[in-house]
Each structure stands twice: as structure tokens, then as C-alpha cells.
């Protein structure tokens, strides 16, 4: 059974359009922008030309030598979105719906971010474009994410702080909602995940689908087959959806979603809503979300800000429920253990969220064997984590 | 029990349930019936409301920090029908918290309290096939929000589910006073007339008597919120039943005196 129908807006049972009525109009309008940019191949034109010559597409599938010799096991590949200007893979989407934004003549744009890589993306694509751009972003993030704030103001952009609720990447796609139900005649706001309500959910997924049609082309050129698994780390998903769809059909391709364990298993400790949560509504959509028994939805820890959210893309509970992608969850500590092996063993510092991906390749892939491949997603770079880092690992005066 | 508006304009009135307590809510809720509120709406308080300006969103909080439920909703809908059979009842609420209680055991247990009708923030026509079925077979009306923004064609299908009356946004946005009322509320409301015989109530920032009375020129009933969300607030829980039928009183009074001559 393929779960991942997109009559509606629905994966499965999943995914569709839970929104106050004020939004539906921008809604449909987007979904129909969409569907007319899709048909257009001066759209895709324009859009692939920015994707090579402004964010540097085709990304490397780089052949991690050192890390699958000290693993031991599988032959490891990172796809190499971290090489992306701006620093992660966001910039897809960002592109795809800066273009959209300025078919439907819309001036302004509005944006959430958690660990800032979208909030930074988002503020690139309107330079370029000369839109005016506002970032929603939680107090706690722009605290851990400092970096991209300033980042964000050297592009233009307005960063907005939210100091409700968790004051984190949920709190920030509220006040985004909040800011569009009330500007959205002159106003889109450019969702960075595969989340919210229909289209985003696909039309996020169709801007990252490039991660895995590249990926497949890569891996066939350089081992000829496909790979055993495919491992990225998932907060809304945007990445991992990206990396998977291209292999949903390669039945024998495993599909292995990571996200956040947090420091345990207790609802508030964590961002693992497979495990840990149950489908709900929340800010659009219909998946699976961390929630209490009233129907309250779940405070939320990582120490990756883009990991730290309440609820996961509808597309992703699709994938789980029919069993066509396993997801699983690492702990900040084995997170921050892989982002320093990496660095150690490759000379590359994967963002925290990324860093997941690699906890869990770390994990599996002593157990596999020498003729399997694994494709690990490393999203991002972790420049933006330094601090963090620096705390965490205690980098001041260490060897 | 059908929702009826006695005097014109009608009065819907909004509380969060639980804030800043549920013992509270429960005086105001009788004050706002016994000054002239035709319709109460029991907001349920929900963690993520993202269609509520700062004045909503604290009271949800307040209302949260002692855990009130969607069941708590529920127990004080049941109180309040058994003291004032004729108000109208309506549970307001995010999709979320329904969904978690289920859907089929919340209708079971909103007509079982007897309540009217139930408005979900978050659930537009497209989606609500399940849920209008659970309502019908509850008794328990379906009240959608139509807005400014929304085209004919999505007023004509929000009309044709619609029972109860129609809460007509005044203005995109999120819920909040305003000084003064944007031409969208009454464009709305004659552009949704022409698709529907029940009662229309404009409702976002309606704070005034003077507000109250030019939404009733046009409308059937005004819903004040943020108004008297702010009141309780500003009041405290002692005062606040008294602040809210002082502020009842004086929107009914404003719009009697302003009605007289013609506009």
C-alpha cells in the first residue's frame, strides 16, 4: 500500500486543512499558484537555474571513508546539503516559494524559524527578490541560536521575537499565523517545513524532492545499486521527506526518520512524537502530536531548536503508520557525541538537527555489512550550534 | 433548545471557561445571561491558540495553569442549562482538545449537558463531514465562521451547514478589540444574507456600544470576546461578574438610546 496519496492534501488518513476560516482563500490561491508554477517550464527553469548558480545545487554525495572505517560495517554517504549557501537545505523551499510569492504579487513575506536555518534562508530569498521579510522566532531560540539572528538582520529581515508557550519553533508558527490571518491580502507566509495545512505539506516536499532525485542518480553513478538505507533526522521533516520520496517506490531502499529524544522518555523531555505522542490537530494539520490528555499540546525538548517541535509533517505518519519508513530517536547526548565524531573523523560539522542522522547511522551501521550502503542526510552545517557546542563539549581549553 | 436572539441586536457573549477559575466563570456566565446575553459562548482554553490576540491567549493561559477541561466545559454548560434553561449554549473550542476527548463521546456528552451548538476555530466546511454527521446525530447545531476573505461560493456552503446562526467575522485578523469597525463586516454580512435565512452574528473586536449598535443595524446579533475578557481581567474575580453585567447592561442600554432615531 503507498501512503502517500496526495488527493486533498491527505497521506493516508493524515495531512488536510484545519484552519480558521479567514485563511482559506490564501490557502486555496497558493494551491493554485502552485499547481499553475508546476505546469509552467519557465517556472522550473527559473527555479533550477537559482538552485545551481545562487544555492550551489547539485550537492556532493560524498563518500565518508574515515567515519565507515571507524563504524565498521555499512559504507557510509553523507548527502552533502550542508554545502548549501545559507547552510542547510531550506534554501530549496525558500526558493521555490520566493518564486511563488512573486507570481502572485505578494510584497511581503512572513516566516518561523526554529534553529534559524529557514529564518536565514527565508531572509536571503527576499533580499534577491526585494521583498519585505518578517521572522517569527521564539525567545528561547534566538538565545541558542544567536548566530542567525544577526544573520538574519544583516539580510533585511525583521526578527520578531515570541515569548509565549515554549518560546520555541511552535510559539513562532503562531504568531506567523497569527501575523498572516491578519495581513493575508498582501502577505505569504513562506512555511519552512513539510507541515501546516494544504498545500504545504506537498508543496515543501515537491521543493526538497531535488535532495533524493539527486541521491539516486549519485549513488547509482557511484556504486551502480541502490543504497540499503536512507537515515535523516526529522522536526517537521522537511529534509527527510525530501531524501525519501524519490525511494519510496524502491521498496528495498529502508527509509529511517531520527528525531529528537531529548534527555528521556517523559512527555516535555523530548520531541519523539512517534513514540511518545498521538494524531491531533495542531496549527493546520492532522498527525501525529505530543499532547496531554486533554487535548493540550505537549511542551517539547532537544538541544537542535529545528528538532524541537510538538507535532511531525502528515506525510511522515503516513510513512510510519503503513511501516514503509521506520522512525526512530537519539538523545542530545548521542547527538552531541556524533556531531564531534564527524568533525573527528570527516572534518565536517553537522548541524545539531543533522547530527541525529548521524547518531543513528553510528548506531546501525557496525551491525550491517560491508556490501551495505547507507545514504545519511546531513541538512545542515553546525556553525550555528558553536556555542552550544562550545558549552556542551566544554571547547574553551579543551584538547 | 434553539438558539433564539429575543432583542435585536442579539447578544453572544465569549468567556474562556476557567479563567481566572471555574467558579468564576460560572458567576459571570449567569451575570452575562441575567443583563440581557442571549447566547453564551464557553471558550475552552486551548495551549496553541493561533487565531487569538494577547487578550485571549493570557486568559487561556490563566485558565490552563489550573488544568480546566474540556470535560470542565462540559460540567459547567450542564450547571448553567439546568439554572437558565432559556440562554443559549455554545462550546468553542480548537479542533484539538475534541479530537482527544472524541468526537462521538464530546457530541454524546455536549447534548447530554445541553448544549446547542459547537463552534470549532480550526474546522472549516471541506473537512467536517464526520464531525457535522457527530453533531446532527447529537442535536447539537454546527456554527462556521465566514470571513471577509472568504468568496461566495465558500459563504453559500458554510450557509448550507450551517444551523443555529452564522458567526460573521468582522475583519481578517486575530480576536481583539479595535476602535473602530471596518466596512469588510458589513459587506460580509449582505454578501451571506443572500445564501441564508439564519441569524447572522458579526463578531472581532467589538468592544463599544456604539460598536454593538452599528453591528445592529446591519446584523442580527454582535459577539463581544476580547471586550469582556479584558474586563474580567482588569476586574479580578471578585468584581468581575459585577464588571461584566455593568458592561452587558451598558452595550443594551447604548444600542436601545442610538436605535431610537434613524440612522
Known amino acids: 500500500m503507498e501512503a502517500t496519496s496526495t488527493i486533498a492534501g491527505r497521506f493516508g488518513a493524515y495531512g488536510g486543512r484545519y484552519v480558521p476560516e479567514t485563511l482559506v482563500a490564501a490557502l486555496d490561491e497558493l494551491e493554485h499558484a502552485y499547481a499553475e508554477a508546476q505546469a509552467d517550464p519557465d517556472f522550473h527553469l527559473k527555479l533550477d537555474e537559482l538552485l545551481r548558480d545562487f544555492a550551489g545545487r547539485p550537492t556532493p554525495l560524498y563518500f565518508a571513508a574515515r567515519l565507515t572505517e571507524r563504524l565498521g560495517g555499512a559504507k557510509i554517504y553523507l548527502k552533502r546539503e550542508d554545502l548549501l549557501h545559507t547552510g542547510a537545505h531550506k534554501i530549496n523551499n525558500c526558493l521555490g516559494q520566493g518564486l511563488l510569492a512573486l507570481r502572485m504579487g505578494k510584497q511581503r513575506i512572513i516566516a518561523e524559524t526554529g534553529a534559524g536555518q529557514h529564518g536565514v534562508a527565508t531572509a536571503s530569498v527576499c533580499a534577491l527578490f526585494g521583498l519585505e521579510c518578517v521572522v517569527y522566532m521564539g525567545e528561547e531560540d534566538m538565545l541558542r541560536q544567536e548566530l542567525n539572528v544577526y544573520r538574519m538582520r544583516m539580510l533585511g529581515a525583521e526578527v520578531r521575537s515570541v515569548s509565549s508557550g515554549s518560546r520555541t519553533l511552535k510559539d513562532a508558527i503562531s504568531e506567523a499565523m497569527r501575523d498572516w490571518v491578519t495581513n493575508v491580502r498582501t502577505t505569504h507566509y513562506l512555511l519552512g517545513s513539510a507541515l501546516g495545512a494544504h498545500p504545504y505539506p506537498t508543496m515543501v516536499r515537491d521543493f526538497h524532492r531535488v535532495i533524493g532525485r539527486e541521491a539516486r542518480q549519485q549513488i547509482i553513478e557511484k556504486e551502480n545499486r541502490l543504497p540499503t538505507a536512507i537515515i535523516a533526522c526529522v522536526g517537521g521533516g522537511s529534509n527527510a521527506i525530501g531524501a525519501f520520496y524519490e525511494f519510496i517506490p524502491d521498496k528495498d531502499v529502508q527509509l529511517i526518520g531520527v528525531e529528537a529524544g531529548g534527555r528521556g522518555a517523559q512527555l516535555g523531555e523530548h520531541a519523539a512524537r512517534f513514540s511518545g505522542g498521538a494524531p491531533g490537530v495542531l496549527q493546520g494539520t492532522y498527525s501525529y502530536v505530543l499532547q496531554d490528555e486533554n487535548g493540550q499540546i505537549a511542551l517539547t525538548h532537544s538541544v537542535s531548536a529545528g528538532l524541537d517541535y510538538a507535532s511531525i509533517g502528515p506525510e511522515h505518519a503516513a510513512l510510519h503508520d503503513s511501516g514503509r519508513a521506520e522512525y526512530t530517536s537519539v538523545t542530545d547526548a548521542e547527538a552531541l557525541e556524533a556531531t564531534l565524531l564527524l568533525a573527528r573523523t570527516e572534518g565536517i560539522i553537522p548541524a545539531l538537527e543533522s547530527a541525529h542522522a548521524v547518531a543513528e547511522c553510528a548506531k546501525r551501521a557496525p551491525k550491517m555489512s560491508g556490501s551495505d550502503l547507507v545514504i545519511v542526510s546531513v541538512s545542515g552545517r553546525g556553525d550555528k550550534d558553536m556555542g552550544i557546542l562550545a558549552r556542551e563539549l566544554k571547547l574553551s581549553g579543551a584538547k | ?263
Open chain 2, 1 to 263: 433548545m434553539p438558539i433564539r436572539f429575543a432583542e435585536k441586536p442579539g447578544l453572544v457573549a465569549y468567556f474562556t471557561v476557567g479563567d481566572p477559575d471555574l467558579a468564576t466563570t460560572h458567576a459571570i456566565a449567569l451575570a452575562a445571561i441575567d443583563a440581557g446575553a442571549d447566547v453564551i459562548e464557553l471558550g475552552v482554553p486551548f495551549s496553541d491558540p493561533l487565531a487569538d490576540g494577547p487578550v485571549i491567549q493570557r486568559a487561556s493561559e490563566r485558565a490552563l495553569r489550573h488544568g480546566t477541561s474540556l470535560r470542565d466545559v462540559l460540567n459547567l454548560a450542564a450547571t448553567l442549562r439546568a439554572e437558565r434553561p432559556h440562554a443559549g449554549l455554545i462550546v468553542f473550542t480548537y479542533y484539538n482538545p475534541i479530537l482527544r476527548f472524541g468526537l462521538e463521546e464530546f457530541c454524546a456528552a455536549a447534548e447530554q449537558a445541553g448544549v446547542d451548538g459547537v463552534l470549532v476555530t480550526d474546522m472549516i466546511v471541506e473537512e467536517a463531514s464526520e464531525y457535522l454527521q457527530a453533531l446532527h446525530r447529537h442535536h447539537l447545531a454546527p456554527v462556521f465562521l465566514a470571513a471577509p476573505t472568504s468568496p461566495d461560493e465558500r459563504l453559500a456552503r458554510i450557509a448550507a451547514v450551517s444551523r443555529g446562526f452564522i458567526y460573521a467575522i468582522s475583519r481578517v485578523g486575530i480576536t481583539g478589540a479595535q476602535k473602530s469597525l471596518t466596512a469588510d463586516a458589513e459587506q460580509l454580512v449582505r454578501r451571506l444574507r443572500r445564501f441564508t435565512q439564519l441569524p447572522i452574528a458579526v463578531g472581532f473586536g467589538i468592544s463599544t456600544p456604539e460598536h454593538f449598535a452599528a453591528v445592529g443595524e446591519f446584523a442580527d446579533a454582535a459577539v463581544i470576546g476580547s471586550a469582556l475578557v479584558a474586563t474580567i481581567e482588569q476586574a479580578g474575580p471578585k468584581e468581575a461578574p459585577d464588571a461584566i453585567a455593568r458592561l452587558i447592561e451598558g452595550l443594551r442600554r447604548g444600542s436601545r438610546e442610538t436605535a431610537a432615531p434613524a440612522r
